[in-house]
Structure formats: structure tokens, C-alpha cells
């Protein structure tokens, strides 16, 4: 039975500072965002804006009222969770409507977390072929103004739909996967904020990719020739180049300029969003799948997923016939283009702007914001969620 991604939904807030203007403000030249972390654009989440609500308005594009009765699993992948307890699953469910009748629950592991339910998931659907999974992938990257790790921060989501038959990406069954305990990266339950070892961050990443692909090829036989393309979990869009030069001489050239290009495509919509951690991958396939106008059905795409802390996995999937059917580059191209710039000293501000942790109440004027769904607030402890168009 094929497996795989039937359908991709993405969300970024509708606010974005700008990586040239960022750099003049921190006394660095524009190049190094620019070029040598590889960013143009950075979305800020106004206060209006969780990783429930970002995951909840990824798919609220994406289901219709079939989806909705079919969906028995709802799987939320985070690292900016807004419960030690209740899982952002359970709201995302409330707010879309989805039948009672399913599961619903958080996985956290660093950025690996949509991964985790994207295999969960298809391990669901092979038991019960009728079911359709929702996993969501939902994050705000967060290191802090000022710091070594600010031109690596965004935000942003993605929603998958993974089913039997699917329309746009069929899942093959191979895949390698690694886990090792190191502190590359990681956030204490006390902090908003994330702790980075950056130099660290970016060999461990390295050696988990060449790690997994080295032991994808010894248990395949497969080589870099038999890929179309490979997304990289995109921490900012240098990073996956980084891992891809250290192994394209085992490709021919013609491979290694189609490897090259389709990485530049594959990296377009994450150069203008920053880190969205655990949708980041997806973010970069969703890029590659809408803008390469020259990929073909039958194509083998090589997905890289890295979750600091550490986990990573290789695995791979085959373009379906009419792939692009089922694509939302339209609405992808109209959400990019309504966004509106915020000058660095408003980004500052927003990005002290934090809901209260001290148990107070609080009441957020959702009207500046044109997200369906929006938290307009905390009452008793409780996140308030609104969805609009209800
Ligand atoms: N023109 C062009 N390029 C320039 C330049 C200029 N004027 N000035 C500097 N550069 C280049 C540098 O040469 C360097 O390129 P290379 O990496 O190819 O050598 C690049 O710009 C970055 O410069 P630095 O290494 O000096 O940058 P930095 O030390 O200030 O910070 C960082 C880079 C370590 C990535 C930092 O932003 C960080 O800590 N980010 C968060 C951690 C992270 O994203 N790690 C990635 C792996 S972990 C992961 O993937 C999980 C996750 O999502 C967090």
C-alpha cells in the first residue's frame, strides 16, 4: 500500500523584519545574513500569534469537511509548546472541527518533532488505510536580541495530511535514523529563550547527516544519482549546503548541477520565513514542490530531518502523477506578498512582548491581526482562542 503526504498547508505570521536592515541595526555587514547564513527575511509573531494558533491556521487551509471525518489522529510536533501538560493537538482539533473520534497528542523532539509524526503516522495508516493523519509542525524560534543565534530566528507552521494513496508524495519504506545525547542546542523549562552551542550546532548536524545518508546507501544500494533532489532541515538556508557539499562528488556533474539547483529552489520560501525548527524540512520540500517548475512525477526526493539534542533521520519519496494538483503555490505567493515589514525597533518591541506567566489575566486586541484564528487572551490560566469564521 503507498503511504505518504496527500496534502501540505503553511502559515507564517503577517509580520517580517528585513535580514539587510537587521544587520545595519546589530554593526554587521548585510552580507553575512545575506549570504552567509542565507536570509532575507525574518517573520515575527505578534503576541497575537502561539504555535497553536500558527499550526491551526497551516491547516485550516488545507482540510475540507471529508478530511475533517476521516482525520482519527491529530500528531502536533513543537518545541514552543504552551502546556506542560495539555497538548496543542487538542486545541488545533477544537478549533478545525475535526470528529470527535481521534487521537490527539504532542511529540517533542528539538526539530525533529514532525518527523517523529510523520512516521508515526504512516505506521497508523498502514494498520488502518482508511484513517487520515493530521501531523503538525509548529514553531517561534526564539534566541534573543543582540545574540549570536538572532539572525536564525522565524516563525511559522506546517500542517501534512498523510493518507493510503496519496496525492502528492508517496513515502518509501526505507529510512535511516540516528540518536545521540549531545547539547548542541536545547531550552530549560524556565526559559522562553533557546541555548545554543552555534559552532557545535552546525558539526553535529554535519556528522548526523553523513551519518544517516552513509548508512541509507550501505542498506539501499542506492546513490546520490537516484535522487531528483534533497531538502535539508533548514535552520537558516546555508546550513543544508553545508551538508550537501560533503558529499556531492559521489554524484556526476550533470547530478551535481541539478542537485545544486534544486537545493537553491528548495530553500527559497525558508530564506524569507527564518527557522520554523520542526516544520523547517517540510517548509523546504513544500519550496522545492511549488516553485521548480521542472520536476517530474516519478521523481525521488531525499528528505533530511535534524533535531538538535540529538536525532536525525534519512528517508526518501516519489512524486505522485499529478503532484502539482494538489499544491496552494497561488495562496503560498498572495500570504508572502500580504505580509508587511516591521523596522527593527518594532520587531524589538514585539519580541518583548510576552503573554503573563505570573497567573494574571490578559486581554489582546486579535483586530491588527488578519490570522483566522488568533489567542485573544488568558482568563483563569486558560489560553482563549479564536477562530473567526465562526
Ligand atoms: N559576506 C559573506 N559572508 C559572510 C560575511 C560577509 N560579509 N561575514 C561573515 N560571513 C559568513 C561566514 O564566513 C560564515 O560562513 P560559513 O559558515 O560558510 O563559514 C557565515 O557568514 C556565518 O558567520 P559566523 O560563523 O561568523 O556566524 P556566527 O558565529 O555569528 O553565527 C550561527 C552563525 C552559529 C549559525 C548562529 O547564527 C547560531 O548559533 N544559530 C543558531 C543555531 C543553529 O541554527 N544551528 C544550526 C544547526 S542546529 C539545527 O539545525 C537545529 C535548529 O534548528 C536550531
New binding site residues.
Given amino acids: 500500500m503507498k503511504i505518504g503526504i496527500d496534502k501540505i498547508g503553511f502559515y507564517t505570521p503577517h509580520l517580517y523584519v528585513d535580514m539587510n536592515k537587521l544587520a545595519v541595526a546589530r554593526n554587521v555587514?548585510p552580507?553575512?545574513f545575506t549570504?552567509?547564513?542565507g536570509q532575507e527575511k525574518m517573520a515575527v509573531a505578534p503576541i497575537t500569534q502561539d504555535s497553536v494558533t500558527l499550526a491551526a491556521n497551516a491547516a485550516l487551509q488545507i482540510l475540507d469537511d471529508a478530511d475533517r471525518e476521516a482525520i482519527d489522529f491529530v500528531i502536533f510536533g513543537t518545541e514552543t509548546g504552551v502546556d506542560h501538560s495539555k497538548s496543542g493537538a487538542v486545541y488545533v482539533h477544537h478549533l478545525l472541527g475535526i470528529n470527535p473520534n481521534a487521537r490527539s497528542v504532542e511529540v517533542k523532539h528539538?526539530?525533529y518533532g514532525t518527523t517523529a509524526g510523520i512516521q508515526m503516522a504512516k505506521g497508523h495508516v498502514a494498520l488502518n488505510p482508511e484513517s487520515k493523519v493530521l501531523v503538525l509542525g509548529s514553531d517561534i524560534a526564539r534566541?534573543g536580541l543582540n545574540t549570536?543565534?538572532e539572525?536564525?530566528q522565524g516563525a511559522g507552521a506546517v500542517a501534512l495530511v498523510i493518507s493510503a494513496n496519496p496525492r502528492i508524495l508517496t513515502l518509501e519504506d526505507k529510512s535511516t535514523y540516528l540518536t545521540s545525547d549531545v547539547m548542541?542546542?536545547w531550552r530549560p523549562l524556565y526559559s522562553d529563550k533557546a541555548f545554543?552551542d552555534?559552532?557545535f550546532?552546525?558539526e553535529?548536524?554535519i556528522s548526523f547527516f553523513q551519518t544517516v545518508w552513509d548508512k541509507f546507501k550501505d542498506d539501499t544500494g542506492m546513490e546520490l544519482n537516484d535522487f531528483e533532489a534533497i531538502c535539508y532541515?533548514l535552520?537558516?538556508t546555508?546550513?543544508g549546503l553545508?551538508a550537501l557539499r560533503t558529499v556531492l562528488d559521489e554524484a556526476t556533474e550533470e547530478v551535481q548541477e541539478r542537485l545544486k539547483e534544486n537545493y537553491k529552489v528548495s530553500t527559497q520560501y525558508n530564506r524569507n520565513v527564518g527557522?520554523i525548527?520542526t516544520g523547517?524540512l517540510y517548509l523546504s520540500l513544500l519550496s522545492l514542490l511549488e516553485l521548480q517548475e521542472g520536476l517530474e512525477a516519478g521523481s525521488r526526493i531525499g528528505l533530511f530531518s535534524?533535531?538538535?539534542g540529538a536525532v536525525g533521520e534519512f528517508f526518501t519519496g516519489i512524486l505522485e502523477s499529478d503532484f502539482r494538483e494538489h499544491l496552494a503555490a497561488d495562496q503560498h505567493a498572495s500570504l508572502f506578498e500580504s505580509r508587511k515589514e516591521v523596522s527593527v525597533p518594532e520587531y524589538e518591541e514585539i519580541f518583548d512582548q510576552t503573554l503573563p506567566t505570573d497567573g494574571s489575566d490578559v486581554e489582546l486586541d486579535i483586530n491588527e491581526d488578519p490570522a483566522n484564528i488568533c489567542i485573544s487572551g488568558i482568563t483563569d490560566n486558560m489560553r482563549q482562542y479564536v477562530n473567526k469564521l465562526r
Fill in positions: 555587514e552580507e553575512k549570504i552567509g547564513i528539538a526539530c534566541y549570536g543565534g539572525s536564525t548542541d542546542f545554543v552555534g559552532k550546532s552546525n553535529q548536524y532541515h535552520p537558516y546555508k546550513m553545508k527557522n525548527y523547517s535534524y533535531g538538535s
